[in-house]
C-alpha cells in the first residue's frame, strides 16, 4: 500500500479545491541544468539506459524533489518511448536531439506499425512508476505523461526534431487518410500508455502537444484535437478511490483554449505568449491552469525572477486552480540557483493571492 500524501496542493489546484498557496513543479525539473542529473547519466552511459532502467529513472526523478522540495515528482523518461516501442528504434545523437532508426515514409509503413502494449514493451515504465511511488513516500503526487499523437507522428514521419515539418505536413494534407490511420493507432497506445501508468500509481497525468502549434487551425482540430479529446475521454479519471486529474499541455496553441477546455481535461498547461489573465477569463471555471513564466527568466538574475514571479502570480488573480511552472521546460543554462529563487518567490508570494478558506 502507498501512504497517503503529505503534500497535496498540485492536486487540489488541478482539481480547483482550496489551497493556502499556489503549487509549484517545473517541466523538464530533472535534467542537464543538474550537475547530479549529468553525473547519474554518464554513469548510465545514455539518456535511454536512464529511462529503460527503473532504479536510474527513480533516482533522476527524485533529484529535484531532494534538491529543491517541488510540489510534484514527475516520472523520469521521455515521450519518444511510444515509438521506440513501435519499432522505430530510438537514439539520441550528441547535439542532434532524438533521432529514429527506421523513419514512417509510406502507408505501407503506417499498416505495419502496430499499437503498443504498455505492459509488455514498455513495462520499465511501469515498473519505474511503481518504484518512485514506493520512494517518494507519499511525499508529493507522482506525475505521469506522454506525448499527444500528433506530436509524436511529427517524429516518426521527420525521423527527429523538426523545423519546418514538411514531411508530416505533406501526409496530412496529400495523404490525409494514412495521417488518421498513423494517429489512431498513437492514440490507442497513448491511452493505454497512460492507463497503465495511472495503474502503476500515477496520480495525475499530462499530455505534451509540443507541436500542435505548428498547424493551421482546422488542421490542429482534425489532427490534433481530435485524438486530444479520445484520449481524455478514454483515461480512468480515478484509481484506489483518487481522482486522477488529466493536464493538457498544448505549445503554442492559445487560439484553441475554449476548445481544449472542452475535450473534459481538469487543466490546460500555457506556454508564456498570453497572460494567465487572459487565458483564465476564456477558460472561466471549465479548467484549472498551469504556467506560464518565460523560461528565459531563469537565465537573468534573482532580482528579475522575484518581479516575474510576483507578476505572474498578480496575472492569475484571487483563487485557487493556478499550478506555477514555466511555460516550457527550463533549459540546461539555468543555474541551480535561480531554480530555488523562484521557488522561494512562489511560498513567499503566493499565500497573499488565497484567502482564509484557501479560495
Ligand atoms: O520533466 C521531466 O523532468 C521529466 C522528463 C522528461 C524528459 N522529456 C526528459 C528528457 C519529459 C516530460 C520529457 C518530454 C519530452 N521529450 C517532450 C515534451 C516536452 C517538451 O519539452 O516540449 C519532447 C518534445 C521530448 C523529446 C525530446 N527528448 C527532445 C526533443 C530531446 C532533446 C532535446 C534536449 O533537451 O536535449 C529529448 C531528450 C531529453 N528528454 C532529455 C531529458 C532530460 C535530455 C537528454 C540528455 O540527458 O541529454
Not at 476564456?282 to 522575484?306: C, F, K, M, S, Y
Request: charged share 20%; aromatic share 8%.
Amino acid at each position: 500500500m502507498n501512504s497517503p500524501l503529505k503534500n497535496d496542493l498540485y492536486l487540489r489546484a488541478l482539481l480547483r479545491q482550496p489551497t493556502d498557496r499556489t503549487p509549484l513543479w517545473v517541466m523538464r525539473q530533472a535534467g542537464r541544468y543538474l550537475p547530479e542529473y549529468r553525473e547519474l547519466r554518464d554513469q548510465a552511459g545514455s539518456f535511454m539506459n536512464l529511462c529503460s532502467n527503473p532504479e536510474l529513472a527513480c533516482e533522476a526523478t527524485m533529484q529535484p524533489i531532494r534538491r529543491f522540495g517541488l510540489d510534484a515528482a514527475i516520472l523520469f523518461s521521455d515521450i519518444l518511448t511510444i515509438p521506440d516501442a513501435m519499432g522505430l528504434g530510438l537514439y539520441f545523437a550528441e547535439g542532434e536531439g532524438p533521432r529514429f532508426e527506421h523513419v514512417i515514409d509510406s502507408a505501407e509503413d503506417v499498416a505495419r506499425l502496430s499499437s503498443v502494449d504498455p505492459w509488455e514493451s514498455l513495462r520499465y515504465v511501469m515498473d519505474a512508476v511503481s518504484l518512485i511511488r514506493r520512494t517518494l513516500d507519499g511525499a508529493v503526487p507522482l506525475i505521469g505523461f506522454s506525448g499527444s499523437p500528433w506530436t509524436l507522428a511529427t517524429y516518426m514521419v521527420e525521423g527527429g526534431s523538426s523545423k519546418n515539418f514538411a514531411k508530416i505536413k505533406n501526409m496530412i494534407y496529400g495523404d490525409p487518410q494514412t495521417a488518421h490511420q498513423l494517429l489512431d493507432k498513437l492514440a490507442d497506445s497513448v491511452c493505454a500508455y497512460l492507463n497503465a501508468q495511472i495503474e502503476s500509481g500515477a496520480q495525475a497525468v499530462q499530455i505534451f502537444d509540443t507541436w500542435g502549434g505548428v498547424l493551421a487551425p482546422e488542421m490542429f482540430r482534425e489532427f490534433s484535437l481530435a485524438y486530444l479529446a479520445k484520449i481524455v475521454a478514454g483515461l480512468h479519471r480515478s484509481h484506489a478511490g483518487q481522482r486522477i486529474p488529466v493536464v493538457l499541455f498544448c505549445k503554442g496553441c492559445n487560439a484553441h483554449l475554449e476548445a481544449l477546455a472542452d475535450t473534459g481535461c481538469d487543466a490546460l498547461g500555457v506556454d508564456w505568449t498570453i497572460s494567465l489573465r487572459e487565458a483564465r477569463s476564456r477558460v472561466g471555471e471549465r479548467v484549472a491552469l498551469q504556467g506560464n513564466l518565460d523560461p528565459a527568466t531563469l537565465l537573468t538574475n534573482p532580482g528579475v525572477i522575484e518581479h516575474q514571479v510576483k507578476a505572474t502570480l498578480e496575472s492569475y488573480g484571487h483563487g485557487t486552480g493556478h499550478v506555477f511552472n514555466l511555460g516550457h521546460g527550463i533549459t540546461p543554462d539555468v543555474p541551480p540557483e535561480h531554480m530555488t529563487v523562484l521557488l522561494d518567490s512562489v511560498r513567499r508570494f503566493s499565500p497573499a493571492w488565497h484567502d482564509a478558506n484557501g479560495q
